[in-house]
T-cell receptor, first 110, second 116 residues
């Protein structure tokens, strides 16, 4: 029972590089989302999806893209990494109950 | 205005004592849900307890209970008989009914440290 799987766990990027954070869930949840967590702050919503083919922006979407081609997968793309995107990123999914979180990706942009 | 306020950035509690973590919220919805999550130093987010706005009884899950005072708009987490493993960040979150997209609004968290 994998739940929500995020890869990679750690990543270091140089400014201007692009990359994709992967997220997959096996619970058939229609809702998936990406959050970032910065020191001393709660979670801030980047993008979310309420089903395959449907995505929308959250509180802090700039610099990130998402797509939802399947129910299971919800990748987050950093288009041109900036030091301000240094953070811990969480993917989460739910039906109508609580959010189920992945274990997070710690991203450092130098 | 903040919708979820956790006024205690950090707390120290002696092991085996009970601890109350404060959470106040602001919403004009009649139907909403309140969640508590635990984040240990290892980083994962662990769901602890849920309270619906129409639930007449306070939610309980093992050593966790939610002291829900609707008129005061507070949803405090109570941990009975604290253990060293309870040391973690604790986040309060709310889902408003009018938001049909399942989004949660998060507080800034409380860092709880249990002293042996």
């Amino acid at each position: 029972n994998a739940g929500v799987t995020q890869t990679p766990k750690f990543q270091v990027l140089k400014t201007g590089q692009s990359m994709t954070l992967q997220c997959a869930q096996d619970m058939n949840h229609e809702y998936m989302s990406w959050y970032r967590q910065d020191p001393g702050m709660g979670l801030r919503l980047i993008h979310y999806s309420v089903g395959a083919g449907i995505t929308d922006q959250g509180e802090v979407p700039n610099g990130y893209n998402v797509s939802r081609s399947t129910t299971e997968d919800f990748p987050l793309r950093l288009l041109s990494a900036a030091p301000s995107q240094t953070s811990v990123y969480f993917c989460a999914s739910s039906s109508l109950g609580p959010l189920h979180f992945g274990n997070g990706t710690r991203l450092t942009v130098t | 205005a903040q919708k979820i306020t956790q006024t205690q950035p950090g707390m120290f509690v002696q092991e085996k004592e009970a601890v109350t973590l404060d959470c106040t919220y602001d919403t004009s919805d009649q139907s909403y849900g309140l969640f508590w999550y635990k984040q240990p130093s290892s980083g994962e987010m662990i769901f602890l307890i849920y309270q619906g706005s129409y639930d007449e009884q306070n939610a309980t899950e093992g050593r966790y209970s939610l002291n829900f005072q609707k008129a005061r708009k507070s949803a405090n987490l109570v941990i009975s008989a604290s253990q060293l493993g309870d040391s973690a960040m604790y986040f309060c979150a709310m889902r408003e009914a009018e938001d049909s997209n399942y989004q949660l609004i998060w507080g800034a968290g409380t860092k709880l440290i249990i002293k042996p």
